[in-house]
């Protein structure tokens, strides 16, 4: 059959798949009990027989060693070389019921076994079968939204209304904090907040790139399951970020609407606002540590795309230095140079510096450092949003990445299947050679009869 294209369809055919194999043990189990049995009685019966031949034999030579006529000891000769011509192929036939009695029972037990295996296989397989639903059926639900729903919003972000009231509530904040000098530094530490952030996501998604890469390296297929695996999770996240996008959306206005509401300070509050905020304009202070939060960030990016291209070579070699690599020569130098204007940027900043910035921030009331850091915030929201191009895509990609997920998935259980077949085999094989008695290998007729050919 076509692989499945689908998470949920994989994990149809996988339940599926163990369902069979569970029915088929169970035939299996059942057949074999009765053969055991079977087996266990032809080995009772067999035995009983050998023994009733053996204890005749015993009492015969009690009757030679006693008889002391020829003619009757001739007569009791022949009775025990009858007797043990007669215990001859019993023997055969009582060690060939104790080797068959011992093999359908290692083979009871194995596909007991084996069907035990299957039956968790199964549960954990339908539990999975029943989270892959909900997974498709939320991404249902989400595409229906980009299709729609987030294409509205993107539209809204857009309107020249939105655009307006952007700028209204930068000259207001403009206003609340003292100066666009002001305003700015406030701006550079929110982004500086928000690009730390995303860098320690960008860190996960790149230890977990290392970590698919050594599996690949011990597995191309566990290898495939894994990459593809984590492009499926991210394709999800960014498409379940984006039918947020409505919600976002009318969040980031109410914030924005509440600035420009706002009620003034008294002029008290906004004379001591001014006054510091101009002593930390004057003194440099504030442009300087906006330069900090600019070379931080810019440090964070570079350092970043240093690992993100250094990271899966160091994964896969320990001894690995990516100062003597050239292939990462370019990033490397771009780090270097924004570590450089990292330290330039940190010497520039006045000794003083954290008392003047702190006596403005103390005469700037809590709420709107609060307020500031909240519109901000949802300014970006907006910006965002207003540049979102194409929806369409995130669902695309979404659909590529799960069928790409759902094939490698599909290519790993069909090769278990094959190892798990051929385990079996093994274990048979291994049964089969463990159930022979001591010496059975001598039990045999010289020569093989017809029936008994291998």
């Known amino acids: 059959m076509a692989a499945p294209v689908t998470v949920k369809d994989l994990r149809a055919v996988q339940v599926t798949r163990l369902e069979q194999t569970v029915t088929t043990l169970s035939a299996k189990l059942n057949g074999l009990r009765a053969e ?37 000891r001739h007569a009791i000769e022949q009775e025990l070389d009858e007797n043990l011509l007669a215990q001859r192929p019993l023997a055969i036939r009582y060690a060939a019921a104790q080797e068959a009695a011992a093999t359908k029972a290692l083979e009871v037990k194995r596909v007991t076994a084996a069907s035990e295996k299957a039956k ?62 002001l305003h700015d530094l406030v701006q550079a530490r929110v982004t500086d907040a928000l690009t730390t952030i995303e860098e320690r996501r960008q860190a996960v998604m790149r230890a977990a790139a290392a970590v698919n890469a050594t599996a690949a390296a011990r597995s191309l297929i566990d290898g495939a399951v894994a990459q593809t695996g984590d492009a499926y999770n991210r394709a999800r996240s960014a498409v379940a970020a984006a039918q947020r996008a409505p919600a976002d959306f009318a969040a980031a206005l109410l914030v924005l609407q509440k600035v420009v509401a706002w009620p003034a300070p008294t002029t008290a509050v906004q004379t001591r606002i001014d006054e510091r905020g101009k ?47 050239d292939e990462v020569k370019a990033e490397r130098e771009a780090a270097a140079a924004a570590a450089a204007k990292l330290d330039e940027a940190m010497a520039a900043l006045p000794p003083n510096l954290v008392e003047i910035l702190d006596a403005w921030e103390v005469a700037v009331p809590p709420d709107i450092i609060a307020l500031a850091v909240q519109a901000l915030q949802a300014a970006d929201t907006v910006k965002r949003l207003a540049t979102l191009t194409d929806p369409d895509k995130l669902a695309n990609d979404l659909t590529t990445a799960e069928a790409a997920y759902a094939d490698a998935l599909y290519t790993q259980l069909t090769i278990q299947l094959h190892q798990d077949a051929a385990a079996e085999d093994l274990r048979a094989r291994r049964d089969e050679a463990a159930a022979i008695p001591d010496g059975g290998d001598l039990r045999v007729p010289a020569l093989p009869r017809p029936s008994e050919s291998p």
């Open 36 to 72: 055991q049995a079977a087996a266990e009685a032809e080995e009772k019966s067999a035995g009983i027989d050998l023994t009733a031949l053996r204890a005749a034999a015993s009492t015969l030579q009690q009757k030679l060693a006693a008889a002391t006529m020829g003619a009757d």
């Open 279 to 325: 002593a930390a304009v004057d003194s440099g202070a504030a442009a300087k540590e906006h330069a900090v939060r600019d070379a931080l960030i810019c440090d964070r990016s570079a350092r970043a795309a240093l690992a993100a291209k250094a990271g899966l070579k160091k994964a896969l070699d320990p001894a690995y230095d990516p100062a003597t690599d």
């Open 120 to 181: 968790g296989d199964t549960e954990r397989a339908a539990a999975e079968l029943v989270l892959a639903k909900q997974d498709a059926a939320a991404a249902d639900v989400w595409r229906i939204a980009l299709a729609t729903k987030v294409v509205e919003t993107v539209a809204k972000a857009r309107r020249p209304a939105v655009t307006a009231l952007t700028t209204a509530v930068t000259g207001r904040l403009t206003t609340l904090l003292g100066g666009a000098t």
